[in-house]
T-cell receptor, first 110, second 113 residues
Framework: QKEVEQDPGPLSVPEGAIVSLNCTYS??????FMWYRQYSRKGPELLMY????GNKEDGRFTAQVDKSSKYISLFIRDSQPSDSATYLC??????????FGQGTELSVKP | DGGITQSPKYLFRKEGQNVTLSCEQN?????MYWYRQDPGQGLRLIYY???????QKGDIAEGYSVSREKKESFPLTVTSAQKNPTAFYLC????????????FGSGTRLTVV
């Protein structure tokens, strides 16, 4: 079993939809949780960063961490075609390598 | 501007050749990483280095080699022993506290011809 599991999709939604992207993990020592966005043929860029449990909001994006369930989510409200990309979750204990999910390919159709 | 630069953007390799991918950062980060990305397989760690003159194998190191002679530079050599080298290669860097996230380069697309 992988340390971090992420549904690879692809996920296709109409413009304006609410998108939910999820990852589960098995290592209870993870404390730092991140979401990266990767456009085609580009390097990933850090989108959201959360420490421990709770919610964090940034514009149309909300990151949620539920450590009791070992489950993290990224919500995108009012999705736009420019949100079409691959989204990777990543997590770390703090002093260790980041562990990445497989990435979910999202397509937002006009 | 601080950042991480990978070159070249596209690289073509003939069978049996070694090729070297460049990665340079001016973020004063101690740690640097090389990942391989194939469709549907996410990021797979090849090598990483947390300090100059020291590096460790990742999950798929066979057929690859690295050096870390300077803090700013972490070149990756894809050797002829790597049987399926066609992929998108990503370099990243971070502070020692990896929990603060990585900064990625824009990637090198390597194709065997």
């Amino acid at each position: 079993q992988k340390e971090v599991e992420q549904d690879p999709g692809p996920l296709s939604v109409p413009e304006g939809a609410i998108v939910s992207l999820n990852c589960t993990y098995s290592n209870s020592a993870f404390q730092y949780f991140m979401w990266y966005r990767q456009y085609s043929r580009k390097g990933p860029e850090l989108l959201m960063y959360t420490y421990s449990s709770g919610n964090k909001e940034d514009g149309r994006f909300t990151a949620q961490v539920d450590k009791s369930s070992k489950y993290i989510s990224l919500f995108i409200r009012d999705s736009q075609p420019s949100d079409s990309a691959t989204y990777l979750c990543a997590m770390s204990e703090g002093r260790g390598k980041l562990i990445f999910g497989q990435g979910t390919e999202l397509s937002v159709k006009p | 501007d601080g950042g991480i630069t990978q070159s070249p953007k596209y690289l073509f390799r003939k069978e049996g050749q070694n090729v070297t991918l460049s990665c340079e950062q001016n973020l004063n980060h101690d740690a640097m990483y090389w990942y391989r990305q194939d469709p549907g397989q996410g990021l797979r760690l090849i090598y990483y280095s947390q300090i100059v003159n020291d590096f460790q194998k990742g999950d798929i190191a066979e057929g690859y080699s690295v050096s870390r002679e300077k803090k700013e530079s972490f070149p990756l050599t894809v050797t002829s022993a790597q049987k399926n080298p066609t992929a998108f290669y990503l370099c990243a860097s971070s502070t020692v506290m990896e929990g603060l996230g990585y900064t990625f380069g824009s990637g090198t697309r390597l194709t065997v011809v």
